[in-house]
């Protein structure tokens, strides 16, 4: 009997293709340790990986599956730089510090990458990525981005694209132009994930599926954490629940918020197939960007859809085919085995939220849909923090991030109306 996930619609391609899935015990009984990480995703196991390898006793808690959330079923695109764009971020910050979260997410990719590998996790990576535009009028900003790219930010790899190399590279020609990164890739997400939690495990951290926090609190210079089936006492402590924290925090939920997305997988298409003849992943300029790329085994993984409230949609395959069919109309009767989503941690600013948000307590999340790569780093930036070294660490600990405006009650509504104004605006 397939698996399903209580918070996340769909079985996924990744489910079917990831290998075993091991259990990891629930918490029985009180416990004490250095350091109680809260959450199973990317973040949390690097983290507790870190910092077990370093020596650390670290307990990690996780209330449903690992893999279960946006770590496990997210678009594997590994991207480059911040979610938010060089050059944006240096008109905010001027440009060392544009230039230093730059390099830190290249540190991240080239850190993703040797884990895996020295690690013996098989994740699948393909390299190369195609951000591609779908209104002229916004080409000029490709342009100006691959120059800034190579000249100012020293990241050659990067290198814009007329709308025949376009057509070419896409297999279509719905979009007019764009730029091609061969320093980044694609990965197989859940691989990663569970990966991860066996070296974690590996290394000493104890790991606990389905036992869910259900408050975080200090007490005395310790931090107390409640589970339905014992307390976690720590010294520290780590909150990694980016978008499927819920009320347990209140500072990362007023800053975090969940946006649900979606993804549609075929069969495999065909060593013939035009469609992304060189394996790079895409996205596109739309403000709800559509990604997707062709996986190893030459499905093609879709996704494009949004929600901006709550719930799990029956009908994800209907409007993924329809964005499909956009961009390859003779794709219009592929069979689609395989549709489901997850819930992506989003700030107003699309950049990272990093804070101590109680003493000895920080909370990362708000990766905005850039987190395969920032996540795990944050993991292991968190464990050079409780090393000593929070220097790296206070390059996103000092981001602005301004909450959501109307509170837990309207925040939702108000993103709602705000975020289908801008899907609207894609279609002019």
């Not at 938010?84 to 905010?92: D, L, M, Q």
């Not at 132009?177 to 890739?185: A, E, F, I, K």
């Not at 790991?207 to 931090?223: C, F, P, Q, R």
């Not at 060189?278 to 949004?306: I, M, N, P, Q, W």
Request: glycine letters at 12%; a neutral charge.
């Amino acid at each position: 009997m397939k698996y399903q996930s209580p918070i996340s619609p769909g079985y996924s391609w990744y489910e079917e293709t990831a290998g075993p899935r091991p259990h990891y015990a629930p918490l029985d009984g009180d416990v004490q340790t250095d350091v109680v990480v809260v959450g199973g995703g990317f973040t949390g196991l690097s983290a507790a990986t870190h910092l077990a390898k370093a020596g650390t006793n670290v307990v990690l808690i996780e209330a449903h599956r690992i893999g279960d959330g946006a770590s496990g079923r997210n678009g594997g695109q590994l991207g480059t730089g911040q979610r938010a764009g060089a050059e944006e971020i240096e008109k905010e910050l001027g440009f060392t510090r544009a230039k230093a979260l730059f390099d830190v997410a290249e540190e991240a990719k080239a850190h993703l990458l040797e884990f895996a590998e020295t690690n013996k996790i098989e994740i699948d990576f393909r390299r190369g990525h195609l951000n591609v535009c779908h209104k002229e009028r916004l080409l000029p900003e490709y342009v100006e981005h691959a120059e800034a790219m190579n000249t100012r930010f020293n990241y050659p790899d990067i290198a814009y694209m007329d709308a025949a190399e376009t057509h070419e590279r896409m297999g279509s020609d719905h979009y007019c132009g764009g730029v091609r990164d061969m320093g980044t890739g694609h990965i197989h997400p859940l691989k990663l994930v569970l990966g991860t939690a066996r070296v974690a495990a590996e290394s000493g951290a104890r790991l606990h599926e389905n036992t869910k926090a259900t408050s975080i609190k200090t007490n005395g210079g310790k931090v107390v954490v409640t589970t339905p089936t014992g307390t976690i006492t720590a010294k520290k402590c780590l909150i990694a629940v980016n978008s499927y924290g819920g009320d347990i925090e209140p500072q990362t939920a007023s800053h975090v918020m969940p946006i649900g997305s979606f993804i549609g997988s075929t069969v495999p298409l065909g060593d013939d197939s035009p469609v992304l003849p060189g394996g790079e992943s895409v996205s596109d300029s739309r403000f709800v960007v559509r990604y997707f790329r062709r996986a190893k085994t030459g499905e093609l993984l879709f996704g494009g859809r949004e929600i901006y409230a709550p719930g799990n949609p029956q009908d994800i395959h209907i409007h993924i085919r329809k964005q499909i069919v956009e961009i390859y109309p003779k794709l219009k009767d592929v069979e689609i085995t395989h549709a489901w989503g997850g819930y992506v941690g989003i700030t107003m600013p699309r950049k990272p939220f990093v804070r101590e948000v109680m003493p000895g307590v920080i909370s990362a999340g708000g990766y905005s849909g850039h987190g395969v790569m920032l996540s795990n780093f944050m993991g292991k930036l968190y464990a050079e923090t409780v090393a000593g070294n929070r220097d790296r660490l206070k390059l996103f600990e000092e981001l602005k991030i301004p909450p959501f405006p109307g509170g837990r009650t309207f925040r939702a509504p108000l993103l709602f109306l705000a975020l289908n104004w801008y899907a609207l605006r894609d279609r002019f």
